[in-house]
């Protein structure tokens, strides 16, 4: 092909997948102008990583977000992209490739980064449906759709690839259970103390695992519907992912007569038997070796493209690599002999309160493996000495507690980093080291994480490495450097609101307890921020089963009373959308009198405030407002307070809508509802808003043709106007969209934050996205929501009066307001 005066050779590449159009960006580094490409992928994709398939199964990323080179990449570097053809036939002597569908390419050079296929046990019923692998986009698909109709996974094999596919199916609502042949998981990267903790972790997140065990046969005639083990278990299955391992796919270099053993031959160049051809990746053999790793892929691309290209005679020496992984939210580390043997010492730590186990493996002096467990931070560093191989010297003693007690403090905590090598690896999905780093940051300008993932991708997959790459950029940058950092809910766990939300859903962790033995609290009992937190978190997921702690909430939720600064309480009775009754009324007045309270006031959310009133007296108010049928208000709690209205269409000349009966109507939905925080209501008859709708956490305004609905105001100290939601006609709907919008506030906001930077924090877009553009998970929402009343729509404070426990239910923890 001519490019101007040039005369382009033609490369055709046979497979899209990672090392190939990895190979294919060192190409265009080197000599942009070299080739002229066609790549042909069997998937109907852009480039992706392949590694992140496992978080999309688990829902915490989506397709987008892990592809690395989308279509205009393709056409920006002139690359035509074949998708959806799976190459069948290669002709050497006319220098030709077919695809399934008949297309045919000529090339100069052609590059076969086909991959591998996963192995699936030769045992009855391994042709049933619902019997799959987990290699591509497509099995992620088929796993996502199985839970939706299905209740029971199995999963056959406990390495990595088998964990993260469990792990994913138990977050999308299955019950999974995980077969493996040996007697410890992941017997390849964890010695069997650290695999032991990684058991017990799973079971713990309602995993079922059993090790030393043989698939015997899958059972079923249409679909399959159990496995049965050679000792005779029959366990219930609806989907069984087979992950027992892979092998390289030679079947095209096979039949077009290349040299090919376990894998396609390739030389010290990743040339094959042909010397027109290159191979790389997992589908190759080199020097008996074959690969399922990044690490040496990424070393591979390089090499391939040097001879590609022409640049320079580099050879490809296999090198140790380290194994940095992350399991259902559980770090974990191996390199070298980390299981020992013959003439070697182990240093081992163990944490069990915090699951941390360490084992350090010396030979002749220096370091000869490593296996880490719940703390990874130190992997990079006892890495580089395996390398080294230098002896540990006096270090010996101390090397155990890692490179923090060399000098690492948390005073200088880039010091680790700092006494790296250039080619230390700190990205291990995407194969990038700290010189490529280093070099980006100081040539690119770059000053935030984000900018590096971009120029660099380290830390653009898995993010295991995101530490280190903020403490290049510290040491780098200096005091000019910010990281952007997760907060965790409090000193008593690593976790953030997010994390800890997610995690008690999908492992089914339904009290207090098993949540903190679960994610590895700090504490035995928590604090006064956390245990709020998690009380409301538990209350929201299982709401027919979880029962409400009162110990874990503020005093004034536990006293339905606000404490006043001189030690009394203020007493709020609800009053359905700011009406009230002569009953109601005189029902107060006699508690005033009775109880010598000195203030009532009319609040600013249309409800009387009883203020003044003894701590001793506060089961009697109740008992004695309770008579009356007058229910807490709720003023006091992370909780519905009032909805707020305006006379409306009965009584005003400019009202247009009843707005009075629309918040009655709202309030006896929603009352006895707890929230992440307080949530103010309001309705307005008409758009001069005298209810103030247009600051509240939900607000409406009637117009003549219906309802306008507004989310997210705050009318506090940082004044926020509400986003526009919606208009609808009824005043069904109008309820619909607002038990679906506390439900998804409910659901996803974190504890103590209120609607106004909730909504600015995740966008009016996304909220509408997941109300008005999916009506389907509105109706979803509004479903949870009025499952969650069932339980929530009573009055607390009965069980005080009934058992007069008032002075029972105080406690130094939470005698605070937030």
């Given at each position: 092909m001519r490019?101007g ?6 490369l055709?590449?046979v497979?899209n997948?990672?090392?190939?159009i ?8 080197r000599d942009p ?16 990583n392949?590694i992140m398939?496992?978080?999309v199964l688990a829902?915490?990323?989506t ?17 035509e992209?074949i998708t959806?053809e799976?190459v069948?036939?290669?002709?050497r002597?006319?220098k ?6 008949g297309?045919?390419r000529s090339?100069?050079?052609l590059l076969?980064a086909?991959?591998?296929l996963?192995?699936m046990?030769?045992?009855?019923g ?5 019997v799959?692998a ?8 088929t796993?996502?759709?199985a839970s939706?109709t299905?209740?029971h ?6 390495g990595?690839?088998?964990l993260?596919?469990?792990n994913g199916?138990?977050?999308?609502g299955?019950e999974v259970?995980?077969?493996h042949l ?9 010695d069997?103390?650290?695999a032991?903790l ?7 997140r ?7 065990a043989?698939?015997?046969e899958?059972?079923g005639?249409?679909?399959?519907t ?5 000792d ?7 989907l069984?992912?087979m992950?027992?391992?892979?092998r390289?796919?030679?079947?095209l270099?096979?039949e077009?007569g ?6 396609i031959?390739v030389?010290?160049g990743?040339?094959?038997?042909d010397?027109?051809?290159?191979a790389i ?8 070796q074959?690969?399922?790793?990044v690490?040496?892929?990424?070393d591979?691309a390089?090499?391939?493209a040097?001879h590609l290209?022409g640049?320079?005679t580099?050879?490809y020496?296999?090198v140790?690599?380290?194994t940095k992984l992350k399991?259902t939210?559980i770090d974990?580390f191996s390199?070298?002999a980390?299981?020992?043997g013959?003439?070697?010492?182990d240093i081992?730590?163990r944490d069990g ?5 360490k084992r350090?493996?010396?030979?002749d ?7 880490l467990y719940?703390?990874t931070r ?6 580089q000495m395996?390398k080294?191989a230098a002896p ?8 155990i507690f ?13 010091a ?5 090598s ?6 291990g ?6 010189g490529?780093i280093?070099g980006?940051?100081a040539?690119k300008g ?6 590096v993932?971009?120029?660099?991708k380290a830390?653009a997959?898995c993010?295991?490495?995101?530490g280190q790459?903020e ?8 005091d000019?450097?910010?990281a952007?950092?997760?907060k965790?809910m409090?000193?008593?766990?690593t976790?953030?609101h ?6 008690l859903?999908?492992?089914g962790l ?15 009992d928590?604090?006064?921020s ?9 209350m ?18 536990r006293n339905?009373?606000n404490?006043?600064k001189d030690?009394?309480?203020?007493v ?9 009754t002569?009953?109601e ?8 009198d ?10 600013g ?5 009883l203020?003044?009133?003894?701590k ?5 108010v ?6 009356a049928?007058?229910v ?13 209205t305006?006379?409306?269409s009965d ?7 009843d ?6 109507k709202l309030?006896r939905?929603t009352?006895?509802?707890y929230?992440p925080h ?9 758009p001069r808003?005298?209810a ?19 989310v997210g ?12 939601l ?8 109008v309820?619909e969209y607002c ?5 998804l506030?409910r ?7 209120r609607?106004?930077?909730w909504?600015e924090r ?5 909220v509408?996205?997941?109300?008005i553009v999916?009506a389907?998970?509105?109706a ?5 929501f009025l499952e969650?009343?069932?339980f ?18 105080y406690?130094?923890?939470?005698d605070?307001e937030?």
């Amino acid at each position: 092909m001519r490019d101007g005066t040039h005369i382009r050779e033609r490369l055709v590449i046979v497979g899209n997948g990672m090392a190939g159009i990895r190979t294919l960006e060192e190409i265009i580094k080197r000599d942009p102008h070299r080739y002229a490409v066609t790549v042909f992928g069997t998937e109907p994709h852009v480039n992706y990583n392949r590694i992140m398939l496992s978080p999309v199964l688990a829902g915490e990323k989506t397709f987008d977000e892990i592809v690395i080179n989308t279509r205009d990449w393709y056409e920006a570097n002139g690359v035509e992209l074949i998708t959806s053809e799976t190459v069948t036939t290669i002709d050497r002597a006319a220098k030709t490739v077919t695809g399934q569908h008949g297309t045919i390419r000529s090339y100069d050079k052609l590059l076969l980064a086909t991959g591998s296929l996963p192995f699936m046990l030769p045992v009855p019923g391994k042709d049933l449906p619902g019997v799959i692998a987990f290699r591509d986009l497509a099995d992620v698909e088929t796993m996502v759709a199985a839970s939706k109709t299905y209740k029971h996974a199995v999963v056959i094999g406990g390495g990595l690839l088998g964990l993260e596919a469990a792990n994913g199916l138990k977050l999308n609502g299955m019950e999974v259970t995980v077969i493996h042949l040996p007697e410890t998981l992941m017997e390849r990267q964890l010695d069997p103390s650290a695999a032991h903790l990684l058991e017990q972790d799973l079971i713990r997140r309602g995993l079922t695992v059993i090790t030393g065990a043989n698939t015997a046969e899958l059972v079923g005639t249409e679909r399959v519907t159990a496995l049965r083990l050679t000792d005779g278990r029959e366990i219930p299955a609806d989907l069984v992912v087979m992950a027992v391992g892979i092998r390289p796919n030679t079947g095209l270099a096979k039949e077009a007569g290349l040299d090919c053993g376990r894998g396609i031959k390739v030389n010290d160049g990743l040339i094959t038997s042909d010397p027109d051809i290159a191979a790389i990746g997992e589908c190759v053999e080199h020097d008996g070796q074959v690969f399922g790793l990044v690490a040496p892929i990424w070393d591979m691309a390089k090499v391939c493209a040097d001879h590609l290209t022409g640049t320079t005679t580099s050879a490809y020496r296999p090198v140790a690599t380290a194994t940095k992984l992350k399991v259902t939210g559980i770090d974990m580390f191996s390199a070298g002999a980390f299981s020992g043997g013959e003439g070697c010492e182990d240093i081992v730590y163990r944490d069990g309160a915090r699951g941390i186990y360490k084992r350090l493996v010396v030979k002749d002096g220096c370091l000869a493996g490593a296996v880490l467990y719940g703390d990874t931070r130190d992997g990079g560093w006892y890495f580089q000495m395996m390398k080294e191989a230098a002896p540990l010297g006096e270090l010996r003693d101390t090397v155990i507690f890692g490179q923090g007690l060399q000098g690492a403090s948390s005073a200088n905590p880039s010091a680790a980093v700092a006494a790296l090598s250039d080619d230390a690896e700190i990205c291990g999905c995407n194969g990038v080291c700290k010189g490529t780093i280093m070099g980006a940051i100081a040539e690119k300008g770059l000053t935030t994480l984000d900018g590096v993932k971009a120029h660099t991708k380290a830390s653009a997959s898995c993010g295991s490495c995101t530490g280190q790459v903020e403490q290049l950029l510290a040491l780098a940058l200096g005091d000019e450097f910010q990281a952007d950092t997760i907060k965790p809910m409090c000193k008593c766990t690593t976790h953030d609101h997010d994390t800890v939300r997610r995690r008690l859903v999908a492992e089914g962790l339904k009290s207090i307890p098993a949540v903190m033995q679960a994610l590895g609290w700090k504490t035995p009992d928590g604090c006064a921020s956390c245990r709020p937190a998690l009380n409301f978190y538990l209350m929201c997921a299982w709401p027919d089963t979880y029962k409400d702690d009162a110990q874990s909430r503020f005093v004034n939720e536990r006293n339905h009373a606000n404490i006043q600064k001189d030690g009394t309480y203020s007493v709020v009775p609800r009053m359905w959308g700011g009406v009230t009754t002569a009953n109601e009324l005189r029902a107060i007045a006699d508690v005033v009198d009775k109880f010598a309270i000195p203030s009532v006031k009319v609040t600013g959310g249309q409800r009387i405030d009883l203020l003044g009133v003894k701590k001793e007296d506060l089961p009697a108010v109740w008992a004695d407002l309770n008579a009356a049928g007058m229910v807490s208000g709720h003023a006091y709690g992370k909780a519905l307070r009032t909805v707020k209205t305006c006379v409306g269409s009965d009584w005003c000349r400019f009202g247009t809508q009843d707005s009075t009966g629309m918040g009655v109507k709202l309030e006896r939905l929603t009352w006895g509802s707890y929230h992440p925080h307080k949530v103010k209501l309001a309705v307005s008859g008409c758009p001069r808003n005298c209810a103030e709708s247009t600051i509240k956490d939900f607000g409406v305004i009637a117009v003549d043709s219906g309802w306008e609905l507004y989310v997210g105001g705050n009318g506090g100290i940082h004044l926020r106007g509400t986003d526009h939601l919606a208009k609808v006609e009824t005043e069904a709907e109008v309820l619909e969209y607002c038990g679906a919008f506390l439900q998804l506030y409910r659901e996803e906001a974190r504890y103590l934050e209120r609607t106004a930077p909730w909504v600015e924090r995740v966008g009016i877009a996304y909220v509408k996205d997941k109300m008005i553009v999916d009506a389907d998970n509105r109706a979803a929402l509004y479903d949870r929501f009025l499952e969650s009343q069932k339980f929530s729509q009573n009055d607390p404070w009965a069980e005080h009066i009934a058992e007069r426990k008032i002075a029972d239910s105080y406690r130094p923890m939470a005698d605070v307001e937030i």
